[in-house]
């Protein structure tokens, strides 16, 4: 397998546009989770998912940020409108099973500046 | 609600020495623990992980770690590192029931020659 996979690796927008960060898990694997990593607050999740359906989105910042899993292969994560202050490295990470005692395994991540 | 400490933000260590690195919890219940790896303009690897059973963990790498239940502890070893150690190091930790894994905020190792 490819591992998960993750589009676009980087991304540079202008404040105000909207952006759209993909993912496609690892087959065969039940949960999704997205994160952010920046200097100031490290790794933060975001939401994540349990065969497609959202389980905890408490980590989400604002409505600006929206995540969907229509399917079990492919998950998007947007901002709209993109602030600067939402510049920073977003991770998803998919896992076997549910259950917390499975590791989760991690895409390379996307770097999104927003200038 | 559960949390990980990370006590080092950067630790430095002379290439073919001993390093730990300190991760301590606080949870309320019964938990899993993990370390993760970051290599630069990389995602996470697992390193090692703790379920249950025998409180010392070996993980890939040369690395282990010691699982101590009265100290909430989860301290890294390796007895001899080696310039390709060079990366950040994640502790993270989840409850029995629930998948949210909550991380450190990272060590970052650095091996100098």
């Known amino acids: 397998d490819a591992g998960v996979i993750q589009s676009p690796r980087h991304e540079v927008t202008e404040m105000g546009q909207e952006v759209t960060l993909r993912c496609k898990p690892i087959?065969?694997?039940?949960?999704l989770f997205w994160y952010r990593q920046t200097m100031m607050r490290g790794l933060e999740l975001l939401i994540y998912?349990?065969?497609?359906?959202?389980?905890?989105d408490s980590g989400m910042p604002e409505d600006r940020f929206s995540a969907k899993m229509p399917n079990a292969s492919f998950s998007t994560l947007k901002i709209q409108p993109s602030e600067p202050r939402d510049s920073a490295v977003y991770f998803c990470a998919s896992s076997p099973r549910q259950g917390a005692n499975t590791e989760a395994f991690f895409g390379q991540g996307t770097r999104l500046t927003v200038v | 609600a559960q949390s990980v400490t990370q006590l080092d933000s950067q630790v430095p260590v002379f290439e073919e020495a001993p390093v730990e690195l300190r991760c301590n919890y606080s949870?309320?219940?019964?938990?899993?623990l993990f370390w993760y790896v970051q290599y630069p303009n990389q995602g996470l690897q697992l390193l090692l992980k703790y379920l249950s059973g025998s409180t010392l963990v070996k993980g890939i790498n040369g690395f282990e770690a010691e699982f101590n239940k009265s100290q909430t502890s989860f301290h890294l070893r390796k007895p001899s590192v080696h310039i390709s150690d060079t990366a950040e190091y994640f502790c993270a930790v989840s409850e029995f029931g629930n998948e949210k894994l909550t991380f450190g905020t990272g060590t970052r190792l650095t091996i100098i020659p």
């Open positions: 949870s309320s219940v019964s938990v899993y």
């Open positions: 087959s065969g694997h039940n949960s």
């Open positions: 998912f349990n065969n497609n359906v959202p389980i905890d």
